[in-house]
């Protein structure tokens, strides 16, 4: 079993949906969520107000799903960021789980 997290700019958010479903995924969540990222060397935190980070509306999508739909998600994940003309692609982690209730 694999926990899989995707991250997407929300514009993205059908797209990755789409992913997962072509994937054999048939289970998914998603959040809403603020993704920032720093235009200069300093840290968020020394910057209470993010002035110099850009903050974009995106998505959190999770699953936990066999090493095979995994497997397929990457492939078809990669194949869509090639294609993409955007600097935003999905982002996307994967996670061992050691038991799952």
């Known amino acids: 079993m694999k926990l899989l997290l995707v991250t997407a700019v929300i514009s993205y958010q059908k797209e990755a949906a789409k992913l997962f479903k072509q994937s054999g995924i048939k289970a998914f969540s998603h959040a809403n969520i603020n993704g ?36 397929k998600f ?12 955007s600097d935003n692609p999905l982002k996307a982690a994967v996670l061992n ?5």
């Open 36 to 71: 920032f990222k720093s235009l200069d060397e300093r840290s968020i935190q020394d910057n209470w107000f993010s002035g110099t980070a850009e903050n974009v509306k995106s998505v959190l999508f999770f699953s936990f799903a066999n090493a095979d739909e995994v497997s």
């Open 74 to 85: 990457l492939i078809r994940l990669d194949e869509f960021n090639n294609n993409l003309e």
């Open 97 to 101: 789980i050691e038991t799952f209730h």
